[in-house]
Antibody, heavy 121, light 110 residues
Framework: QVQLVQSGAEVKRPGSSVKVSCKASGGTFGSYDISWVRQAPGQGLEWMGM????????QFAHKFQGRLTITSDESTRTAYMELSSLRSEDTAVYYC??????????????WGQGTLVTVSS | QSVLTQPPSVSEAPKQRVTISCSGS????????VNWYQQLPGTAPKLLIY???LVSSGVSDRFSGSKSGTSASLVISGLQSDDEADYYCATWDDNLNGYVFGSGTKVTVL
């Protein structure tokens, strides 16, 4: 059974960066695609991007290109999401999720518990 | 604004049935499989339905999904109080080259 455990809450100043980790247990991490999804307070879910380790590539939603870095470390079974140039609108809960892709379809299961990032001066 | 449109809220009495719609376009629902997620208050989303109509492991068979053209639907039968949650449809969008979520629907059990 795959489980994803994320790092704890963060408070950041505007203009700084945040790095959130997502550690996997169970399964074969090296074959996992990990996506990151965020949810601003009282708002819906927003896909940010994903890493596809087997192809050594990442893919990002257009609005995050240039500010978002997603990496993974197979030796520690951990994926990372780093968002730079933070602004107040980046205050949100950030989730990691394993992407399952087959026959042209893809879905996210399971999800991490979420990490609250607060951007405030 | 999401490219997938859902009603903001639906409500129904216990034991009844609710249907949540999700409307998209040819670049998303019309060409890719739809998934549904349940988000209970204060918790992470959970996969309910994948590949349009397959029920995720461990999920009650009271939940069912379907798709026709550029629209999809989630049906909850035999509504229970612990079904109160936000429900999101989601799929890949070929034009945006990314995964998109619906705006979310809050289900209230009267």
């Amino acid at each position: 059974q795959v489980q994803l455990v994320q790092s704890g809450a963060e408070v950041k100043r505007p203009g700084s960066s945040v790095k959130v980790s997502c550690k996997a247990s169970g399964g074969t991490f090296g074959s996992y695609d990990i996506s990151w999804v965020r949810q601003a307070p009282g708002q819906g879910l927003e896909w940010m991007g994903m890493i596809i380790p087997v192809f050594r590539t990442s893919q990002f939603a257009h609005k995050f290109q240039g500010r978002l870095t997603i990496t993974s470390d197979e030796s520690t079974r951990t994926a990372y999401m780093e968002l730079s140039s933070l602004r107040s609108e980046d205050t949100a809960v950030y989730y990691c999720a394993r992407r399952v892709a087959t026959n042209g379809a893809n879905w996210f299961d399971p999800w991490g518990q979420g990490t609250l990032v607060t951007v405030s001066s | 604004q999401s490219v997938l449109t859902q009603p903001p809220s639906v409500s129904e009495a216990p034991k009844q049935r609710v249907t949540i719609s999700c409307s998209g376009s040819s670049s998303n629902i019309g060409n890719n499989a739809v998934n549904w997620y349940q988000q209970l208050p204060g918790t992470a989303p959970k996969l309910l339905i994948y590949y349009d109509d397959l029920v995720s492991s461990g999920v009650s068979d009271r939940f069912s999904g379907s798709k026709s053209g550029t629209s999809a639907s989630l049906v909850i039968s035999g509504l229970q109080s612990d079904d109160e949650a936000d429900y999101y449809c989601a799929t890949w969008d070929d034009n945006l080259n990314g995964y998109v979520f619906g705006s979310g629907t809050k289900v209230t059990v009267l």
